[in-house]
């Protein structure tokens, strides 16, 4: 029987695979993937297959933060499900600030007064039952930022299971990775309860240790989350706030509500409140209260010293629902004036142009903290000084990733490309004004500058399809956000920018609230724009290579013939200008579909009326990495 049963699961891989190569292209698919398409889980033509199925769990967290010793005490009750066709025997549980354990394996360093013993877990129950967590053979075991627990129960196919754990840990005092102390009793708080690791299709028990590059991957759960701090601190979270008439006072309150109704930008709390208080409940400690549904993670921020902004815009014009967008900053932080306004403008953007799926949450606050990482309804920023355009681009890059990876569950510890790009890439033509009475605007659009100041072409390089947590440093970047977001804007030049939006949006709709992997995003792809795209996919995401035209020109007459090399991989659009002696110039353009079926040239003969003073090849918006032969002078 097993023989048996081994030769048909051969046979069916076998057939599975010979379609997918047959229907995509013959793209290399490994074979942990080729045994989610046998599974039925995943299916051929991009979209989830019969089988498909995903876990989720129920978080019920009490949390308080101590500012003076910095630590956070927290308990909860986790209800998991099981929606697997497996029985599991362990779970795993991620302990994310055990990255400060001493010994810990980090990507980066960190000061020694954050070193410490890791989380401390006071408590651990399965179902009810206490579990030992000193005896000589403990069933809980951990390893990396992992703890493993053997189930005395196995958990069967379609069933349920209820962990209960109290932890406390240290937040960082001077290591910002995502999180941590910014200044006196402020600090934004991530990556910091114990949570279910991902179980899924294919690859089983996520058990990638977290090391401080790879991002997310998680299951959407649902949060019921009470945070208590002392007076006079405000907290901004994750989800729909529930008490805001029980912690803010009076004046505060209405500003708050009429933030929530209005474009305008309100002043919450600005610096004279601060001085006076009486922004929160005289009491010695406030419960801040908040609900959020089917979201792959949960954050927080709280200080008693930061201003707030807030304001709204409408997102879904079929209903008029709207979603608050808020920015808590430091005094000092001149850009952040203007952030709320940039939060605002960006939401309206990714909710009716590109990509036109209207924001998924009901709010969303900018909090200014350290570098630009992205959480659901929650961003923490640096200040970038005085910098606008800079201060515009985190803003807008971080609130893209609502769609990428939230919107859609993506794995960013294997391919966080198919998040980071499409978060480089949807704001690009995104319109900005330095001030809200300001005329002129400006975009974001700086990912082929990023591109060639990378020079392609390095040994470093990797394929985009080399698994994220198999990258570090440049060839992380690299193969992470700025050769995905070049990759994305020459396709839709390829494919025109309203089917190219259609594609992407049929992409969004198949896959929201799921786990799509590459080839899910290559099929989808494949199958609403109605071709295959294999000649794209194959050079742009699984080989190594780089953009480079070259242009000859032979005087022929009055004209000349004219020829586009193709002396790179990387198939990139053609864009001739011909400027003519008098000054006046005519433009020729190609898209990237040119070189569809190998080509290695393109040429034109063109007669010209007037005498030629220059022939350009290229321009800013096309990747080339040696434009020294991009032009012919006469």
Same mark, same amino acid.
């Given at each position: 029987m097993r023989f048996q049963h081994s030769v048909s699961l051969f046979a069916g891989l076998f057939c599975i695979t010979a379609s997918l190569f047959a229907q995509n292209g013959g793209l290399y698919v490994s074979r942990e993937i080729q045994q989610a398409y046998a599974k039925g889980t995943r299916s051929p033509n991009g979209t989830p297959g019969p089988n498909y199925w995903q876990n989720g769990s129920d978080y019920q967290i009490r949390v308080t933060v101590e500012p003076a010793t910095r630590t956070v005490r927290g308990q909860e009750t986790v209800t998991y499900t099981n929606n697997s066709p497996d029985t599991l025997r362990e779970l795993v549980v991620r302990l994310y600030p055990d990255i400060f354990k001493k010994g810990a394996i980090r990507d980066e360093a960190v000061d020694p007064e954050d070193i410490t013993n890791g989380v401390n877990v006071s408590a651990l129950s399965i179902n009810g039952n206490k579990l030992d967590l000193q005896a000589r053979r403990p069933v809980v075991r951990r390893t990396g930022t992992n703890l493993f627990v053997t189930l005395a129960r196995p958990l069967l196919p379609k069933s349920k299971l209820s962990l209960e754990m109290s932890w406390d840990y240290p937040i960082p =005092?001077?290591?910002?990775? #995502?999180?941590?102390?910014?200044?006196?009793?402020?600090?934004?708080?991530?990556?910091?309860?114990?949570?279910?690791?991902?179980?899924?299709?294919?690859?089983?028990?996520?058990?990638?240790n977290y090391t401080g590059t790879q991002e997310f991957y998680n299951d959407f759960s649902n949060f019921n989350v009470e945070i208590t701090v002392p007076k006079d601190f405000l907290v901004w979270a994750t989800g729909t706030w529930q008490n805001p008439a029980e912690v803010l006072t009076g004046e505060y309150l209405k500003r708050y509500q009429r933030a929530t109704q209005t474009d305008e930008i309100v002043r919450v709390v600005e610096a004279k409140d601060l001085r006076q208080g009486g922004i929160t409940a005289n009491k010695p400690q406030n419960v801040w209260k908040y609900r959020a549904e089917n979201v792959p993670d949960f954050a927080f921020a709280l200080s008693n010293r930061y201003l707030w902004d807030a304001t709204s815009t409408v997102v879904d014009a079929s209903n008029g629902r709207r979603t608050v967008v808020g920015a808590a900053y430091d005094p000092k932080s001149e850009d952040f004036t203007q952030v709320a306004r940039f939060g605002r403008e960006s939401v309206a953007y990714f909710s009716?142009?590109?990509?036109?799926?209207?924001?998924?949450?009901?709010?969303?606050?900018?909090?200014?903290?350290?570098? $630009? @990482? +992205?959480?659901?309804?929650?961003?923490?920023? $640096?200040?970038?000084?005085?910098?606008?355009?800079?201060?515009?681009?985190?803003?807008?890059? +971080?609130? =893209?990733?609502?769609?990428?990876?939230?919107? @859609?569950?993506?794995?960013? #510890?294997?391919?966080?490309?198919?998040?980071?790009?499409? =978060?480089?890439?949807?704001?690009?033509?995104?319109?900005?004004? #330095?001030?809200?009475?300001? =005329? +002129?605007?400006?975009?974001?659009?700086?990912?082929?500058a990023a591109y060639l100041s990378m020079f392609g072409g390095k040994e470093d390089e990797m394929p985009m399809m080399t698994p994220t947590n198999l990258l570090t440093g440049f060839s992380y970047g690299f193969a992470t956000y700025f050769r995905p977001a070049v990759a994305y804007a020459t396709l839709e030049e390829v494919l025109g920018r309203d089917k190219f939006k259609t594609v992407l949006g049929e992409y969004m709709r198949r896959w929201n609230g799921k786990h799509p992997i590459p080839y899910d995003f290559f099929y989808s792809f494949n199958a609403a724009a109605g071709e295959d795209l294999a000649w794209f996919w194959r050079p742009w995401f699984f080989e190594k290579g780089y953009p480079d035209l070259a242009l000859r020109v032979t005087p022929e007459g009055n004209g000349a013939k004219v020829v586009v090399e193709r002396k790179g991989s990387l198939p990139v659009p053609v864009r001739l200008q011909v400027t003519y002696a008098d000054g006046t110039a005519e433009t020729y353009a190609e898209t990237a579909r040119i070189w569809k079926d190998g080509a290695t040239e393109f040429a034109v003969k063109k007669a010209f009326a007037k005498p030629v003073r220059t022939i350009t090849l290229g321009d800013a918006q096309v990747p080339d990495v040696n434009p020294r032969d991009n032009v012919y002078a006469k």
């Open positions: =005092a001077k290591t910002h990775i #995502r999180e941590g102390t910014y200044g006196e009793n402020t600090f934004f708080v991530a990556y910091w309860y114990p949570q279910i690791a991902v179980y899924d299709d294919v690859h089983g028990w996520d058990e990638l009716t142009q590109m990509p036109g799926v209207p924001f998924p949450y009901p709010n969303l606050t900018v909090f200014n903290g350290s570098g $630009g @990482m +992205e959480f659901p309804m929650m961003v923490n920023d $640096g200040s970038t000084g005085t910098d606008l355009e800079a201060a515009a681009e985190v803003t807008a890059h +971080e609130i =893209a990733h609502t769609y990428f990876p939230f919107y @859609m569950g993506i794995n960013e #510890r294997r391919y966080a490309w198919m998040d980071e790009g499409w =978060a480089s890439f949807l704001p690009n033509r995104l319109p900005f004004r #330095r001030s809200a009475n300001d =005329a +002129e605007t400006f975009t974001v659009q700086r990912t082929n």
